[in-house]
């Protein structure tokens, strides 16, 4: 018993050294919330399929792991501007569909990070939130006022934390505006990047892809980047790649150069050479970075931890029960023998045995 109060101490000190951590891994997480001149008028959850006619495709939201969808007004005086905000599943998943709805007439908005806007709407990436701003007809709102709207819903850029999980971006040097694709699925890869059969990528084994279109001398160049769980997994794939397309044995128009280099493949589409097309991929500097998982949601961290703890606990007498069942069994076992079968040595247990060497 002497054991049972330090016990108990440093079981709590270990709790909340652990709570401590994990909250300081905890991604932070823009929460959209409007400044005082932009008061939310109206707010309703509805199913991706409700938001169809402002762009939305279903299928593909699914696959970067949208669970929520909300149709929020907001009012400043005789103004209104309607948004439809989806909850991904991570920040990249979020950065990804920004990428995957942008297109060539949507151009940055200045001074902010992760946040395009077209002639009707804005997509802004936030966290684990895309945002799409419709731009009000009635009355016309303008360029700055709309800005103003985003940056005060959104704010001029994510969290650092959001920023830190989104996956290694491509070159920016001579990109096509709009031409990005960040790409976790197949329906997705078969709608922004068609020339590549979605199967050899694998994207059941974990596959993350990457591509943009490059100017040069006047030709776009695609430059494609997938990322795999481990080495031997995008060896493999890439055997399949090569197999299947002859990666480098063709030259000219529609030629496809590539190449293998650790866990990551490199592809370059439409290069005039493969002197060109080693050049591109060359721009591409490959890192390996760890980065915390996230914890699940819905729970606080120290509800989690305490979730832990208790099933510790239960375990332990788990295994305190069953010692003590084997114990009582044994026990048992020892009596019925003796009563039943004597002369056994498991009924005497060995108490009283002899050892006779017989020796002359």
Do not use: C
Not at 125 to 147: C, H, I, N, Y
Not at 233 to 248: D, M
């Amino acid at each position: 018993m002497k054991f049972t109060i330090p016990l108990s101490i440093g079981l709590w000190a270990l709790l909340a050294s652990s709570a401590a951590l994990a909250g300081a891994q905890r991604t932070t997480i823009v929460n959209l919330a409007s400044l005082p001149e932009w008061q939310v008028e109206k707010s309703q959850n509805v199913s991706l399929n409700d938001v169809r006619q402002w762009g939305v495709e279903p299928s593909v939201d699914h696959e970067y792991g949208v669970t929520k969808v909300e149709i929020r007004t907001y009012r400043k005086g005789k103004q209104s501007v309607q948004t439809v905000v989806e909850k991904a599943a991570d920040p990249s998943s979020a950065y990804g569909l920004l990428t995957f709805y942008q297109n060539e007439s949507m151009k940055p908005e200045k001074d902010m990070k992760l946040a395009v806007a077209g002639a009707d709407q804005a997509l802004m990436a936030r966290g684990v939130f895309l945002v799409r701003a419709l731009r009000p007809t009635q009355p016309k709102m303008s360029d700055e006022d709309f800005r103003s709207f985003l940056v005060a819903i959104g704010g001029a850029a994510p969290s650092a934390d959001s920023l830190a999980l989104l996956p290694l971006l491509l070159p920016p040097q001579g990109i096509i505006p709009g031409s990005q694709k960040y790409v976790l699925g197949p329906v997705a890869m078969q709608k922004a990047l068609p020339s590549l059969p979605a199967d050899l990528v694998g994207f059941q084994q974990g596959a993350e892809l990457q591509a943009a279109d490059y100017q040069h001398n006047g030709r776009p160049v695609t430059l494609i980047f997938i990322s795999y769980p481990t080495t031997p997994i995008a060896s493999s794939r890439f055997a399949a790649i090569v197999q299947s397309l002859g990666i480098n044995q063709k030259s000219g128009a529609g030629a496809l150069y590539g190449k293998l280099e650790g866990s990551h493949i490199l592809l370059v589409q439409n290069a005039q050479s493969k002197e060109i097309a080693s050049r591109f991929m060359s721009r591409m500097t490959i890192r390996q970075q760890i980065s915390w998982d996230q914890p699940p949601p819905g729970k606080p961290v120290t509800v989690q931890m305490f979730h832990l703890l208790l099933g510790n606990i239960l375990l332990v007498l788990l295994l305190v029960g069953l010692a003590i069942f084997a114990g009582v069994l044994f026990f048992i076992s020892r009596r019925v023998a003796a009563r039943l079968f004597p002369d056994w040595d498991w009924a005497r247990g060995y108490e009283d045995s002899v050892i006779r060497l017989n020796l002359k």
